[in-house]
T-cell receptor, first 116, second 114 residues
Framework: GAGVSQSPSNKVTEKGKDVELRCDPI?????LYWYRQSLGQGLEFLIYFQGNSAPDKSGLPSDRFSAERTGGSVSTLTIQRTQQEDSAVYLCASSPVLGRGGKTQYFGPGTRLLVL | AQSVTQLGSHVSVSEGALVLLRCNYS??????LFWYVQYPNQGLQLLLK??????LVKGINGFEAEFKKSETSFHLTKPSAHMSDAAEYFCAVSDRRQGGKLIFGQGTELSVKP
């Protein structure tokens, strides 16, 4: 079946511009996660959505970052007023978790963001 | 707070040799533990996970890992390396009390020499 898809695969933007990154999770998965992978910081958790519960935003690095998940499916990560330090690969993952942790997260191929 | 430490950012082995990638974790509660592999320009793929069943966990591609509570370790091993094992490997921990967000180690790049 189809895996997690992300678009665009690559994005180049100028400092100060806003960007939107999209994630399509595996159909039926109730949990969706965003992570960031950068040379300096490794793999970092950003935000987590689980069903209709309030998202866990504890990993968002600043208020320039936000995310939403519409209809319990597609998610968009928005970065406002991009900075050069936002350059990274943004990974999305989904999971069929119904309880607490332990379920496998399936990762998309990522969006490579470069801020000039 | 939970954390993961992977000893060695780069490991090089010869083809056919034992692969040992080290992972130590810190957690105030019994953790779930994971090993993921990342091939160049690809996303992460689950190799194996520990969720408190058997302490010796077998995964894909001949990899296995053993959970040792006394040593707070979850090292990844494979008896005989193959060229196709060259990739970056990440150990991760998640908290049973939370929604499963993963805390990753810094990663270990595995090189396999012919």
């Amino acid at each position: 079946g189809a895996g997690v898809s992300q678009s665009p695969s690559n994005k180049v933007t100028e400092k100060g511009k806003d960007v939107e990154l999209r994630c399509d999770p595996i159909s039926g998965h109730t949990a969706l996660y965003w992570y960031r992978q950068s040379l300096g910081q490794g793999l970092e958790f950003l935000i987590y959505f689980q069903g209709n519960s309030a998202p866990d935003k504890s990993g968002l690095p600043s208020d320039r970052f936000s995310a939403e998940r519409t209809g319990g499916s597609v998610s968009t990560l928005t970065i406002q007023r991009t900075q050069q330090e936002d350059s990274a690969v943004y990974l999305c993952a989904s999971s069929p978790v119904l309880g607490r942790g332990g379920k496998t997260q399936y990762f998309g191929p990522g969006t490579r963001l470069l801020v000039l | 707070a939970q954390s993961v430490t992977q000893l060695g950012s780069h490991v090089s082995v010869s083809e056919g040799a034992l692969v040992l990638l080290r992972c130590n974790y810190s957690s105030s509660v019994p953790p779930y533990l994971f090993w993921y592999v990342q091939y160049p320009n690809q996303g992460l793929q689950l190799l194996l996970k520990y969720t408190s069943a058997a302490t010796l966990v077998k995964g894909i591609n001949g990899f296995e890992a053993e959970f040792k509570k006394s040593e707070t370790s979850f090292h990844l091993t494979k008896p005989s390396a193959h060229m196709s094992d060259a990739a970056e490997y990440f150990c991760a921990v998640s908290d049973r009390r939370q929604g499963g967000k993963l805390i990753f180690g810094q990663g270990t790049e595995l090189s396999v020499k012919p």
